[in-house]
């Protein structure tokens, strides 16, 4: 078993704009899931997303090198899952100047796990915009989700959308770009991924769920950015919007079962 994990320093994907990467499963599965938050760091500076728990030491560490935490404004939470929440209270406790943007029903979901106090929050929800001083940031929510609360994040400054869990895929290997898994793999991946977090694509109305995809192609964005793909960007961005478009008419492997446990659980046992 693998037990060096790929160290992945944070990326810049646009001006001002950085990935900041994580990911689970190296070594221990066969395939790795992207763990990556986002900082815009414009006239009022933006964390996206928090993280997983697990992951905290060098998630504040990466943040922290890209801006210092009394300069962070902002903190956006995308929806209340906890590989996208999992640092939230050290770094709110870290950054005394940040607004927490979340909404009513995420900090109903999180209770007590939320250790932050609701003078520093702010309720805001798809279709809303975030004003960051020398942009509008546009809250807008992806085709595919797997919390009520989503929201992605649209700056128009740049053309970068943060996905969420949208636009998602695993990867072989972890990598930087989509560009660097084979296509077949992607377009399979991504189908999976967008099936899984969203298992209500099958009763959803075919026309209205394509509307949803054409909302986000509507921004034109030139990249994609999210927390479990590695970064979208020139002609992947079309590619991607293609085969969200087409997943509820695809075929994708099903999740692992009983058996795979089995196998999991004779192979620790040895
Ligand atoms: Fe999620
Ligand atoms: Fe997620």
Redesign the pocket.
């Known amino acids: 078993m693998q037990t060096t994990k790929t160290r992945i320093l944070p990326t810049q994907i646009a001006a001002e704009t950085f990935l900041v990467h994580d990911h689970a499963g190296e070594g221990s599965a066969p395939v790795s899931i992207a763990l990556n938050a986002m900082v815009i760091r414009g006239e009022q500076p933006v964390v996206v997303d928090t993280g997983a728990t697990e992951h905290r030491t060098q998630f504040l560490d990466d943040v922290f090198s890209i801006v210092e935490p009394e300069d962070v404004r902002w903190v956006f939470i995308s929806?209340d899952?906890v590989?996208?929440t999992g640092n939230v209270n050290p770094l709110m406790a870290a950054c005394p100047n940040a607004t927490l943007v979340i909404d009513w029903f995420m900090q109903e979901r999180m209770g007590a796990t939320l250790e932050v106090s609701p003078l520093r929050w702010r309720w805001m929800r798809d279709g809303e915009a975030l004003d960051v001083g020398d942009r509008q940031l546009q809250l807008v929510r992806p085709p595919v989700?797997?919390?009520p609360t989503t929201r992605g994040l649209f700056d128009p400054t740049t053309g970068v959308y943060w996905a969420?869990?949208a636009f998602a895929t695993p990867m072989p290997v972890p990598v930087h770009d989509v560009v660097e898994i084979d296509r077949e793999v992607w377009t399979e991946g991504m189908a999976t991924f967008n099936q899984y977090?969203s298992p209500w694509l099958e009763l959803a109305d075919e026309r209205r769920y394509l509307q949803t995809v054409d909302r986000i192609a509507a921004l034109q964005p030139t990249t994609i950015a999210g927390c479990h793909t590695p970064v979208i960007a020139g002609d992947q961005v079309a590619d991607a919007l293609d085969i969200t478009r087409r997943t509820p008419g695809l075929t994708v492997p099903a999740q692992p079962d009983q058996v795979v446990l089995d196998q999991i659980q004779r192979t620790l046992a040895a």
Do not use: E, L, R
Request: proline share 0%; hydrophobic share 10%; no cysteine.
């Open positions: 929806h899952d590989d996208h989700y797997d919390s969420s869990d977090i």
